[in-house]
């Protein structure tokens, strides 16, 4: 059966879907790997061989058989490419770039040749290319060493892989990142506290799920969803249940994990700083600490460590105890 052009074309384009995951792991690549100076065009080409995905000169249609490979080419490149020129603009919107030259009028990566037995011309892809400036400089207040999961929110779920967390956790993460790039310290410390209760909330229901008893599982489950316990009392009995209650039943998720009595402590000591500073929003209520920019960037790279912790527990939990031909206990 003879290819048809228009099918390839087609297929090309239904295959390019680019998401914020793609943008985030963009932005990372860019902050971390790109000079001072970006040359756009030149590090767009690095960034989409790096990802796999350099652009293929031509396309070559034979009369009959598969240019699947083809196809997944071209399409990556376009993903990856986007990926990197949606990025750009976000940071060039935080202030972390502005133009050097005059934006870039050439328009590259605008259309895809091919070529069959019978003609060679070109697909347009002008809807998929990115107009960006020729060349980029980072600004002069953003050369200073900072952490760069902050830059961003979506960065930081991917820093601290959350991007699978539930979308009330991740959102207010997200918050919490924002306040922060705007100096809203105490905002930023409310958000992250809104964060940190959903997260060992979704612990302890997981945990639940994995008791062997019902009836106390049940109950767990209501007082963990209800509003009759403080959020630190929600947090002792997760705590509790993990570390004291029902050791014996999650010592797989232990070894798994390598989560002890110290790690989980060091998690509920945490999350009582950060319920005293989001307090603080209450009238004439003062923190221990004043939230500062020192005591919340502290607070964020912990949470990053920590809710990795939390959310590979709840990954083995809502799994289950491995049998030892490797499949899952159900």
Excluded at 137 to 158: G, H, Q, V
């Amino acid at each position: 059966m003879t290819l048809n052009v228009h099918d390839v074309e087609r297929s090309i384009k239904e295959k390019i879907q680019v998401d914020d995951h793609l943008i985030a792991e963009a932005k990372g690549y860019i902050l971390n790997n790109c000079p001072i100076i970006i040359d756009v065009e030149l590090e767009i080409t690095k960034y989409t061989e790096l990802m796999g995905y350099p652009i293929i000169d031509s396309v070559v249609i034979p009369d009959t058989g598969s240019i699947e490979s083809q196809i997944l080419q071209v399409a990556g490149f376009y993903k990856f490419y986007i990926a990197f020129g949606e990025a750009l603009y976000q940071l060039m919107h935080a202030g972390y770039y502005i133009p050097n030259y005059v934006y870039n009028n050439r328009y590259p990566f605008r259309s895809v040749e091919y070529t069959t037995k019978y003609q060679s011309s070109n697909w347009n892809f002008e809807e998929y290319t990115v107009p960006l400036p020729g060349v980029l400089m980072k600004a002069f207040s953003k050369r200073r060493p900072e952490p760069t999961p902050f830059t961003d929110p979506n960065l930081y779920l991917l820093t601290a892989g959350l991007l699978n967390a539930h979308e009330e956790v991740r959102e207010a993460l997200s918050d919490s990142i924002k306040c922060f790039r705007n100096e809203l310290y105490r905002s930023a410390a409310t958000m992250l506290g809104k964060a940190a209760e959903g997260a060992w909330i979704e612990l302890g229901l997981a945990l639940s799920n994995r008791l062997n008893d019902a009836k106390e599982a049940e109950d767990y489950k209501e007082k963990l969803l209800g509003d009759r316990l403080t959020i630190a009392q929600k947090i002792s009995k997760v705590v509790e249940m993990f570390l004291t209650h029902h050791k014996d039943e999650f010592k797989y998720i232990k070894n798994e994990c390598s989560v002890g009595h110290d790690a989980l402590r060091g998690i509920e000591q945490w999350s009582d700083v950060i319920r005293n500073s989001r307090n603080s929003i209450h009238y004439l209520a003062k923190p221990v600490i004043e939230n500062t920019y020192t005591k919340t960037s502290v607070l964020l790279m912990q949470a990053a460590q920590y809710f990795q912790l939390m959310y590979k527990m709840k990954e083995i939990a809502d799994r289950g105890p491995l049998l030892e031909s490797g499949s899952t206990a159900q």
